[in-house]
């Protein structure tokens, strides 16, 4: 019997244990393997659809799904979310019951997370559009009442999810006021700690244009420090100051607090991960998907997939006895909207550098035909489609052994 543990159960996590589950499901009917996730959530929400909450008013309900209804048949959902991963010796502890689940295999893809206590002053005066829907809404609340003044969006720290989404956020904030008339009454600022609108230089030179034809003013290098929110005051950590009359920025982000003092973590909660074959660093039967590793590429969904379908066939291929490895081509696909009905993406691999893609209606349709297709794709559907698109990019066949498994430590009694 194979007892695989999937501790966090959001895009990465249920596209692997889905995927999983419908290529072992006689293995899964016979006893020879067991799938569990662990995540106390109740519901899943489709992340990128803050935005939209947030800057065109959507109903935030019609983001979320109950996450019981997305976990196929042969995976066992567990409803609490774990207090500890000891992967020396093989076992997960959960938050509420503090019941201890035993695996031989465990995939770690518990997210990220907003950091507030990072930068003093800014849970205060922080209108949130991106941490989930609820939070969303209650910034669309405050935007609606907007009548003149400086808007500041942007990036308060980083690491973040979805690199474009605060630029997406200058974009529709510009057509929000245009919509309503009121862009001359309201000076709309996007703050960076990055030297140009976006870290990659190509992506920038697509943009910076778009930010000056719509008058959307660039701070850059600002590394908030904290907020003043009487003062309504950002000051950086140069001794900058820049005042504001609504906020919306994206907080720095961290890992799960449980990993934070474990040795396959850094100091943040960031998982040490092989960047190919996805393992925990010196651990050949733990795997990190999606936002939860150190990976040095953008925290965003299409990585979660990409990771999970590595870590699944390669379970597959090792449960069959067969030879064939894969790998993760580090692939990257992030749409970055630009308001208008226009949108971009953001394009690469390890290998290949960012690609030269302009903005354009047909670049949005796909970004919308993403959010159609979202829900089934977390059951493990329309894979042909995505290894169509991906083409070379979805996997890569690879030889190279995983390093070998380390013992388990000798425990202090
Ligand atoms: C505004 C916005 C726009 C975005 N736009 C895009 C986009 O256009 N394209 C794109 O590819 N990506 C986009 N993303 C990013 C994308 O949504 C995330 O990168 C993706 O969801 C990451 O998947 P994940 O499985 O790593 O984490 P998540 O989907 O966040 O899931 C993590 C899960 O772990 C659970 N968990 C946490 N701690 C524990 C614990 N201790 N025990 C058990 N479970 C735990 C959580 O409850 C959660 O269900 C966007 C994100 C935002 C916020």
């Given at each position: 019997m194979k007892n695989v543990a999937v501790v966090g159960g959001g895009a990465g996590g249920l596209i692997f244990a889905n995927t999983l589950a419908k290529e072992m499901s006689e293995d899964i009917q016979s006893g020879k393997m067991k799938i569990r996730i662990f995540d106390g959530s109740i519901y899943h929400e489709f992340q990128p659809g803050y935005l939209a909450v947030a800057f065109r008013g959507r109903d935030p309900e019609s983001l979320r799904r109950y996450l019981s209804g997305l976990v196929l048949p042969g995976v066992e959902l567990v409803p609490e979310n774990c207090s500890k991963v000891d992967i020396d010796n093989r076992f997960v502890v959960t938050e509420k019951t503090g019941k201890k689940f035993e695996f031989d295999e465990v995939v770690i893809a518990t997210g990220s997370k907003p950091d507030y206590s990072q930068i003093p002053g800014l849970s205060q005066a922080n209108h949130d559009f991106h941490s989930s829907a609820r939070a969303s809404a209650d910034a669309y609340k405050r935007l609606q009442k907007v009548r003149w003044g400086k808007v500041v969006t942007g990036i308060a720290g980083v690491p973040y999810k979805c690199p474009p989404s605060p630029n997406e956020s200058a974009f529709m904030l510009d057509e929000f006021f245009v919509r309503r008339k009121l862009r001359n009454e309201v000076k709309v600022t996007f703050l960076t700690p990055?030297?140009?609108?976006?870290?990659?230089e190509t992506v920038n030179s697509i943009i910076e244009p778009i930010y000056k034809e719509r008058n959307i003013e660039i701070i850059t290098s600002f590394n908030l420090e904290s907020v003043d929110p009487e003062k309504e005051l950002l000051v950086s950590m140069e001794g900058d100051t820049l005042p504001y009359d609504t906020l919306f920025l994206v907080p720095p982000h961290t890992g799960?607090?449980?990993?934070?003092?474990?040795?396959?973590?850094d100091s943040d909660g960031w998982i040490k991960t092989?960047?190919?074959?996805?393992?925990?660093?010196?651990?050949?039967?733990a795997f990190a998907i999606g936002d939860a590793t150190n990976l040095p590429i953008s925290k965003a969904g299409v990585e979660a997939h990409l990771e999970a379908i590595v870590v699944a066939n390669n379970i597959v291929s090792e449960m069959n006895g067969s030879s064939d490895r894969y790998e993760f081509t580090g692939r990257l696909q992030c749409s970055m909207e630009t308001g208008f009905h226009q949108a971009t993406f953001v394009v690469g691999t390890y290998d290949k550098p960012i690609e030269r893609i302009q903005p354009s209606f047909y670049n949005y349709m796909q970004k919308k035909l993403m959010e159609r297709i979202y829900w089934a794709s977390l059951k493990g559907g329309y894979e042909w489609l995505f290894r169509w698109h991906f083409g070379e990019d979805y996997y890569r066949k690879t030889t190279r052994q995983r390093p070998p498994a380390q013992s388990p430590k000798v425990q202090n009694i």
């Open positions: 990055y030297l140009r609108s976006y870290s990659n799960a607090a449980i990993f934070k003092g474990e040795e396959y973590a092989d960047k190919y074959d996805l393992h925990v660093t010196d651990h050949d039967y």
